[in-house]
């Protein structure tokens, strides 16, 4: 881990690093995934935010390397408590949502609903809103689920939050 980690320390928070390099490995070597996924469990709150950035253009672009990691983001990392985390799962529970099993995609769908009733990070709750609004079209209980919590946010101070939740309630009505 430390390889992977020591990359991703330093310099800008906001800034990537190497975090390219870092995919670009990934993607030549499946089986550096592994280190890279354990750079989650960093002290350094810049390595778990770029390590979220790069999971996600490892699943963008080679989504079978983390289907087997699918119940340990449900679980280990769905436990981090830092918005980047929390809105990458929301992203990655997307892109992975076809090869997921019944019960991930219910406790995906859970951790979900929980950061759009409880969290306060617009990014968390545009992505959060952005999934299960996807997976709304196909469910009715959490279509009715939903619509409340996109009515509340309609109404957020913070106008990307407040756009979403509108645009969603004109897809929904």
């Known amino acids: 881990m430390k390889n992977f980690e020591q990359r991703l320390t330093g310099g800008h928070p906001n800034s990537l690093g190497n975090t390219l390099e870092v ?80 019960d991930q995609l219910e406790q995906a769908e859970a951790l979900l609903k929980n950061n759009l009733a409880h969290h306060q990070d617009w990014i968390v709750l545009n992505n959060s809103m952005e999934t299960l609004g996807k997976w709304a079209k196909k469910d009715p209980m959490l279509k009715a689920w939903l619509l409340p919590h996109l009515q509340r946010l309609a109404g957020d101070t913070r106008k990307s939050v407040a756009r979403r939740a509108d645009k969603l309630l004109k897809i929904f009505s």
């Open 23 to 102: 995919v670009e490995e990934v993607f030549a070597d499946h089986s550096l995934f592994e280190e890279l996924f354990n750079c989650y469990f960093s002290d350094d709150e810049v390595v778990r935010l770029r390590t979220s950035n790069a999971v996600k253009r490892v699943c963008k672009a080679h989504k079978q390397v983390l289907i087997p990691y699918i119940d340990r983001l449900l679980t280990e990392i769905a436990a981090i408590d830092q918005a980047s985390t929390q809105w990458t799962l929301a992203n990655l529970f997307d892109l992975l949502s076809i090869d997921m099993s019944k």
